[in-house]
């Protein structure tokens, strides 16, 4: 699950991002953190972590640096 988690993540950032027009406000990027946190605490955490990080990330979020627990 986990492998297929970052295969997403990575199919995302390389062929899906590049093709929005806004960027995220935190740092690292939202992908860049799904992808941290999946390779460090796995499919279910990591991937509860994104999610989390993926609905607060929105253009009247202050943004800004934002790590992997």
Do not use: H
Not at 19 to 31: E, G, I, Q, V
């Amino acid at each position: 699950m986990k492998k297929i988690l970052i295969a997403l993540i990575k199919f995302y950032r390389k062929y899906i991002s590049p093709m929005k027009t806004t960027k995220c406000p935190y740092y690292p990027s939202c992908s860049q953190y799904g992808l941290e946190a999946v390779e460090k605490y796995g499919a279910l955490k990591g991937g509860l972590l994104a999610a989390w990080r993926i609905m607060r990330c929105n253009p009247f979020s202050k943004g800004g640096y934002d790590p992997v627990p």
